[in-house]
């Protein structure tokens, strides 16, 4: 028979492996229960999507739409698309669910992947994984400074350090278009010096200009005047309220006026955390207020912010820093070894009581010399090897080696439950 060519997985999109699946399973778990703790509850939307919700909700003109998004013609002629992001769907289902009813702020949290055909290099992938929030039902600027406060106790507990928190304010439908106006005007005196997509944003949607990554473009782009100059006295207004109850949280801010972010939907605060260790997509994650969306989907008025962390751009935050390696392998397996039928049988009922309860045990497929299993379950970063024999079995007593620092005792079942289970256990109760 030929040898068949193997088979890769397509280009952009990646596999998570262990030992790495334990730090994103570490991260969600985080996230869940921060996320918890500011009172949001899960939300599950389909990955795949009609595709006008993304052209009607993210923006015909942004990059994600024209350029970035899986599209096709499903069988019966409906156009469909895998979601690039996840907000437009969460506001779909808040209208579809008429979750505005009983009227109130509606809390919701995702995890998942998006995608988006993007040229693939470090940190930006054609599938990628989002961890978000969105709270819908209030313009107060108080949520704008819940939602960045929840976000820097998400990276606290994750350990992460190093980053910096820029904010910004885009104004509204009321003061948005007296600064397009001026923008415009603006971008006909340079619009010879710019690419042919800038070109193009410059008539149909201006503010898109400064999505623009095109090297050459930047200088011209630099001189173009913010919108901070134009925000009406609601807009000012709100933005500095945000500003003082991130100051009164002793949240550390830089204002970057021109931080647009992609999308159409943004009105009033965006706001984007990038972290150095990351190189070109220095972005972990970003965020804003949209408080006309649900109105453009076709919803009642909800003002509403969230934001997205980008769960892979994080993992290789954390792996540059190497902040979060211990936490992260913390599992503590226990390895148990066994010699002969008989120690088997005994250690396959103590490796069923342990799980029981949670202790993470790896039980010796096959019997092996003592050397043998001790280089087996350092390959598996056990912490832990217990060694189960015929004497151990008429002692009832076993030795327990600790892997880091070599140190070996005996100890009797009841020993044992108590050093792994009992202390979890005892965890458990408390929370
Ligand atoms: P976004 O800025 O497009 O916002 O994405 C959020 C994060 O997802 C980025 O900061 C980045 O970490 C990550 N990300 C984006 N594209 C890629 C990629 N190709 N590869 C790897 N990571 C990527 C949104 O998606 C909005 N829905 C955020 C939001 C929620 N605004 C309001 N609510």
């Not at 260790?277 to 509403?304: C, F, I, K, S, V």
């Amino acid at each position: 028979m030929s040898r068949k060519e193997p088979l890769r997985a397509v280009k952009g999109m990646r596999d998570i492996l262990p030992p790495d699946s334990r730090l994103w399973g570490h991260i969600e778990q985080v996230a869940r229960d921060v996320f918890h703790a500011y009172a949001y509850n899960e939300i599950r939307t389909p990955l795949v999507e009609v595709t006008e919700l993304f052209a009607r909700g993210v923006g015909e003109e942004t990059d994600i739409v024209t350029k970035e998004m899986y599209t096709w013609e499903d069988r019966d002629q409906q156009s469909l698309t895998l979601r690039p992001e996840a907000t437009a769907s969460v506001i779909r289902a808040y209208i579809e669910h008429q979750l505005y009813n009983p009227p109130g702020l509606k809390k919701f949290y995702y995890m998942g992947p998006m995608f988006r055909r993007e040229r693939p290099q470090k940190g930006r992938y054609r599938q990628f994984f989002q961890i978000g929030t969105e709270a819908i039902g209030s313009e107060s600027p108080a949520l704008d400074a819940e939602v960045i406060e929840m976000v820097v106790a998400l990276l606290s507990r994750l350990h992460l350090s190093g980053f910096t928190l820029l904010v910004n304010s885009v104004g509204c439908m009321e003061c948005r278009p007296v600064y397009l106006a001026v923008l415009r005007e603006e971008l006909a005196k340079v619009r010879e010096r710019l690419c042919a997509d800038c070109q193009r944003r410059s008539e149909t949607n201006p503010l898109r200009v400064f999505d623009c990554k095109v090297p050459a473009d930047q200088p011209a782009i630099a001189q173009l005047p913010t919108i901070s100059g134009s925000l009406c006295a609601a807009c000012r207004e709100h933005f500095d309220r945000l500003q003082r109850y991130l100051q009164d949280r002793r949240i550390a801010f830089t204002i970057e006026p021109r931080l647009v972010r992609g999308f159409d939907y943004y009105t009033r605060t965006t706001f984007e955390v990038v972290h150095g260790a990351l190189g070109a997509q220095n972005a972990l994650l970003g965020g804003g207020r949209y408080d006309g969306l649900t109105e453009a989907l076709g919803g009642p008025r909800a003002p509403g912010i969230g934001f997205s962390l980008g769960e892979d751009r994080f993992v290789l935050a954390v792996q540059e820093t190497m902040a979060n390696r211990d936490s992260a392998a913390e599992g503590g397996l226990l390895y148990i070894a066994w010699l002969g039928e008989e120690a088997y049988r005994h250690s396959a009922e103590l490796a069923r009581e342990l799980r029981s309860r949670n202790v993470a045990v790896e039980l010796a497929a096959d019997a092996g010399k003592l050397k043998k299993s001790l280089e087996l379950a350092a390959r598996l970063q056990a912490r832990y090897v217990l060694i189960v024999g015929d004497q151990e079995l008429a002692e009832g007593k076993y030795p327990l080696r600790d892997m880091a620092s070599g140190e070996q005792r005996t100890v009797s079942k009841e020993e044992l439950l108590e050093r792994f289970a009992g202390a979890r256990s005892k965890v458990a109760a408390e929370r």
